[in-house]
């Protein structure tokens, strides 16, 4: 027996912050880990910040409420509960590529005797490989010899032996991994795999691109070395909005890998003296002045989250909207071709949901066209990524019955077969 959508909408903890969303007019989006939807929220944090701009013009650092200057370190401050970890431990700053740049400038040593070899794996966001890649050659190492990327057994999925055991070689220095593997939306099991991490002796960094705001984490517990995200995902804070770093307080005191003026301390920063004097914490990894109008949207997003009661409260309702979704697709989408590559059990699901289909980049079109926005990953994945947020059980039935409906009629053939590779 399949659960009522109505019936669970009712029944949804969450439902009134639907009515905090810009929904696109005749659309079911389900691209959220994408592109996070504008909350009005989000809409009047920025707009404050543009009017304080309009009006204090540069006096707007310190004028402004919240001050420019610090807010970088107020919303590292709202964020920190999604982390499990300290304030002074958040910087929220650059980009999530060139986050994991600076934080492999500062972790590693090439020099180091015996270890030098880069950790990674097979399925990571290609953007992760390329820096790590790039990283090397920098320091001077060749990727071919220093970078080992743990293989995928199925092509869609991390094995935590093979994990493990990766991070056993006496070898590898450091290791960086997805929390949430963004094709098959796999969790991993961060705390486990940073514990066999420590026991080896080696730095552990994720990147929480697809976990943060859909899963909660302990970093702190679990004793991770660095974490880095985007914002523009789940948290919704726009396109191109800050990136995020974590980095664990058994760190500070290093010197930045890449340092510039906004990592000196903030009461010598405008000394513009030629020393670097730095910041205390994870402020030190800032590089240059902080984006205040990609920072304003994510205070209000921030704000948003707190009311619904946390990340606790999202993820409650994200895995009852995947639940929902794994439901429907082995019952009606099985037998239509599909084959879900989500890990089932709770523990080890992300936020989305993604089916397999031999005919995924057409179905997606399609699905674009009847009005429900999923995603398309190469060469056969149909992402659907309920926000727990602004997306009901209705809109996850109603999407399902019009993926059936193409399928059926076989509408999704008259569109084009090979993939433009756009988004
Ligand atoms: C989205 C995503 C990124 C994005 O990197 P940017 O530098 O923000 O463009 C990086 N890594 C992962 C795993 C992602 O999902």
Redesign the pocket.
Known sequence: MLADPVALDRADPLARFRAEFFLPPGQIYLDGNSLGLLSRRADVTLTRAVEQWRTLGIAGWTEARPPWLTLAETAAAQLAPLLGAAPAEICLTG????NLHQLLATLFEPAHPTRRVLLGDAL??P??TYALQSHLRLRGLDPATHLRLVPSRDGRTLAFDDLATALAAPDVQLAVL?AVV?TSGQLLDVAALTREARARGVLIGW?C??SIGAVPHALERDGADFAFW?NY?WLNAGPGAV?GLWLNRRHFGRAPGLAGWWGVRADRRFALAPEHDPAAGAAVLQVGTPHILSLAPLLGSLELIAEAGGIAALRAKSLALTEFLLAHADLELAPLGFTVVTPRAAAMRGGHLALAHPDAWRLCQALKAAGVVPDFRAPDLIRLAPSPLYTSFTDCAEALARLKHLVRTRAHEKFPATPTLVT
Do not use: L
């Open positions: 980009q999530t590529t060139a990571n966001f953007s992760d997805p963004f990147d691109s697809h985007c995902k990136g």
